[in-house]
Antibody, heavy 120, light 108 residues
Framework: QVQLVESGGGVVQPGRSLRLSCAAS????????MHWVRQAPGKGLEWVAV????????YFADSVKGRFTISRDNSKNTLHLQMNSLRPEDTALYYC?????????????WGQGTLVTVSS | EIVLTQSPATLSLSPGERATLSCRAS??????LAWYQQKPGQAPRLLIY???NRAAGIPARFSGSGSGTDFTLTISSLEPEDFAVYYC??????????FGQGTKLEIK
């Protein structure tokens, strides 16, 4: 069965960096685009970033562009989100999600999330 | 930026009743709209994609309709496990996308 397990969240001061990881299993990781979606405490969902199946294309929400990078290691079935210059408004539960069909922009599997808290 | 507005914010119904949830886009998204269900403490689950296609394993009581700017998620007969928050999401301007603010479906 498809499993996505996020790690790397924690409490960090504004302006600092954090790297999230997502370990994927139960499917051919290298066949799918992968996304990060976040949810601030008690709030709705916000798409953050996507990387193509082979890592050659990446796109970001305007709110994180220039501060976050996304990468993947298909040999290790792992997805990463490097978050720099963190702001209090980046505080959220970060979900790793699988694109439902190649490059559809819909998310058919979700991890349980890793919590990032940006606070001094 | 395409804004999705969901209504109502909260819907109070009883098991066995029919639920109708609405999602309106600020401009046409064609059929590129999905619906997700989120229960407390859980990740969202994909229910419907491309406006009317049920995702794998989703019961037939869930159906989606609409195109352009107006979309509806219908649950034909509510089961106890259906009470949750529902989000719509568009990907018309892919690779950017946006979610609605959610509709909470609660037990009356």
């Amino acid at each position: 069965q498809v499993q996505l397990v996020e790690s790397g969240g924690g409490v960090v001061q504004p302006g600092r960096s954090l790297r999230l990881s997502c370990a994927a299993s139960g499917f051919t990781f290298s066949d799918y685009a992968m996304h990060w979606v976040r949810q601030a405490p008690g709030k709705g969902l916000e798409w953050v970033a996507v990387i193509s199946y082979d890592g050659t294309n990446e796109y970001f929400a305007d709110s994180v562009k220039g501060r976050f990078t996304i990468s993947r290691d298909n040999s290790k079935n792992t997805l990463h989100l490097q978050m720099n210059s963190l702001r209090p408004e980046d505080t959220a539960l970060y979900y790793c999600t699988r694109d439902s069909s190649g490059w559809s922009g819909f998310f058919d599997y979700w991890g349980q999330g890793t919590l990032v808290t940006v606070s001094s | 930026e395409i804004v999705l507005t969901q209504s109502p914010a909260t819907l109070s119904l009883s098991p066995g009743e029919r639920a109708t949830l609405s999602c309106r886009a600020s401009q046409s998204v064609s059929i590129y709209l999905a619906w997700y269900q989120q229960k407390p403490g859980q990740a969202p689950r994909l229910l419907i994609y491309n406006a009317s296609n049920r995702a794998a394993g989703i019961p037939a009581r869930f159906s989606g309709s609409g195109s352009g700017t107006d979309f509806t998620l219908t649950i034909s007969s509510l089961e106890p496990e259906d009470f949750a928050v529902y989000y719509c999401q568009q990907r018309s301007n892919w690779p950017s996308g946006s979610f609605g603010q959610g509709t909470k479906l609660e037990i009356k």
